[in-house]
């Protein structure tokens, strides 16, 4: 497992909400409760949004959360604005394979 | 106040020793449960966990890339070095420096990121 699988984009209207699913293994994912999200600006340091699946760190806008079923986490965006226009990366801690922490391959948020 | 700062050369030649600097501040690594890794992402591709030191010195590598990687840390200085050697093509990119409690398991600040070209 090189990388995690996300969706290459997604978007939505400002106000709906959005879904990036985030798909690894029973080697990351699916077993360890150490998944976490953030959410990249350009030229700007990445944001931590969700941590340990669904933990939000303080300050961060309780529009973020986060979820698992199975191998699968997710980040759920609600009432979408202009500053979600980012590119979003999921992380699991794993292992097997030769990296202790494998990252998403991305998503693309539009907001339209 | 949590800051991280990454520094080093925008310009490498191909099979040179790249050194990387993150400077920190608001936090010190020698605390127990302190941790802090280097992350790259390559021109229009995804993060790409590298390294990460621990507040006891243990260390961690992509096994992929352990060979040519090494991380040190300088906690008078408040600073965490990542070299990688022999660089080529593969190794341009953002590397940031980012840290990691181990109480909150996320990277929960990162630096902005220093830029890497690699080129002859």
């Known amino acids: 497992q090189s990388a995690l699988t996300q969706p290459a984009s997604v978007s939505g209207s400002p106000g709906q909400s959005v879904t990036i699913s985030c798909t690894g293994t029973s080697s990351d994912v699916g077993i360890f409760n150490l998944v976490s999200w953030y959410r990249l600006h350009p030229g700007k340091a990445p944001q931590l949004l969700i941590y340990e699946v669904t933990k939000r760190p303080s300050g961060v806008s309780d529009r973020f959360s986060g979820s698992r079923s199975g191998n699968t986490a997710s980040l759920t965006i609600s009432g979408l604005q202009p500053e979600d226009e980012a590119d979003f990366y999921c992380c699991s801690y794993a292992t097997s394979g030769p990296s202790l922490y494998l990252f998403g391959t991305g998503t693309k948020v539009t907001v339209l | 106040q949590v800051t991280l700062q990454e520094s080093g050369p925008a310009l490498v030649k191909p099979s040179q020793t790249l050194t990387l600097t993150c400077s920190f501040s608001?936090?010190?690594?020698?605390?127990?449960?302190?941790?802090l890794s280097w992350i790259r992402q390559p021109p229009g591709k995804a993060l790409e966990w590298l390294a990460r030191i621990d507040w006891d010195g243990t260390e961690f590598y992509h096994t992929s890339l352990k060979k040519r990687l090494s991380i040190f840390k300088d906690t008078s200085k408040s600073q965490v070095v990542l070299t990688v050697t022999d660089v080529g093509p593969a190794d341009a990119g953002t590397y940031y420096c980012a840290r990691l409690p181990v109480d909150e398991d996320g990277f929960d600040f990162w630096g902005r990121g220093t830029l890497v070209t690699v080129s002859s």
């Open positions: 608001g936090f010190s690594l020698s605390d127990s449960g302190m941790r």
